[in-house]
C-alpha cells in the first residue's frame, strides 16, 4: 500500500507561480515513477508530468512543457511540481500518483498507475 498526501494548492493570479508537493508513504519510494495528472471543471483528468525511479528522467505534457518541472527527493519521500507562468486554462484539482506494480520507466498514462493521492485545487484568476 502507498499513501498519497497533495498539499501547496491555491489561488494566484495568471503570470504566479506555485509549488506542488506529494508526500508517499508505505512503500520503498525510489523504486516507482511518479506523476502528476490534473482535472478542471467538466473535462477529463489529463497527465501534466512524470518523474522517473531515480528522478534523473522527466517527461512533460505539451501544456507544460517550459512553465512546470517535475522533480523528486528519494530522501524525504517527496515529489515537487513546480508551476511557473501560470494560466487560468491550468486551473484544476491536481493529483499525484505512483506506478507502484508495472513499474513503467515513465508512465503517461492513468492505467498505468494504481495509488493516487486527494488531489489539491489550483485556481488562476485571469
Known sequence: ???LVESGGGLVQ???SLRLSCAASG???SSYAMGWFRQAPGKRREFVAVVSRSGGNTYYADSAKGRFTI???NAKNTVLLLMNSLKPE???VYYCA???R???WLPQYQYEYDYWGQGTQVT???
Open 71 to 73: 522533480s523528486r527527493d
Open 90 to 92: 491550468d486551473t484544476a
Open 102 to 104: 508495472r513499474g513503467s
Open 1 to 3: 500500500q502507498v499513501q
Open 124 to 126: 488562476v484568476s485571469s
Open 27 to 29: 512503500r520503498t519510494f
Open 98 to 100: 505512483a506506478d507502484v
Open 14 to 16: 495568471a503570470g504566479g
